[in-house]
Nanobody
Framework: QVRLVESGGGLVQAGGSLRLSCAAS????????MGWFRQAPGKEREFVAA????????RSADSAKGRFTISRDNAKNTVYLQMNNLKPEDTAVYYC????????????????WGQGTQVTVSS
């Protein structure tokens, strides 16, 4: 059984930083694309960033470019999201997803999800 567990969320002031982690168990992530999505109250889940199985290719939403960096450590079966210069509009629950195949920007094409971690940015 595949399990993804996110951690690292919290309350931070605007301009601050957080590093989210997503630890996987039950299978290796080394052959899978991994992605981060977020969902604010009343809004749809939206793509934040994704990384290929090797880490050689990444994609980011326009809102994340220049501020967020996705990375992975396949030896630790873990994916990270470094978030800098956080803004109040980044407030959301952040979810980690594992994808076997499909479009990395489409949440419905992911196969497994974590339970999410809350990120709150105060102004």
């Amino acid at each position: 059984q595949v399990r993804l567990v996110e951690s690292g969320g919290g309350l931070v002031q605007a301009g601050g930083s957080l590093r989210l982690s997503c630890a996987a168990s039950g299978r290796t992530i080394s052959t899978c694309s991994m992605g981060w999505f977020r969902q604010a109250p009343g809004k749809e889940r939206e793509f934040v960033a994704a990384i290929s199985w090797s880490g050689g290719s990444t994609r980011s939403a326009d809102s994340a470019k220049g501020r967020f960096t996705i990375s992975r450590d396949n030896a630790k079966n873990t994916v990270y999201l470094q978030m800098n210069n956080l803004k109040p509009e980044d407030t959301a629950v952040y979810y980690c997803g594992l994808q076997l195949r499909g479009s990395v920007t489409a949440w419905y094409e992911y196969d497994y999800w974590g339970q999410g971690t809350q990120v709150t940015v105060s102004s």
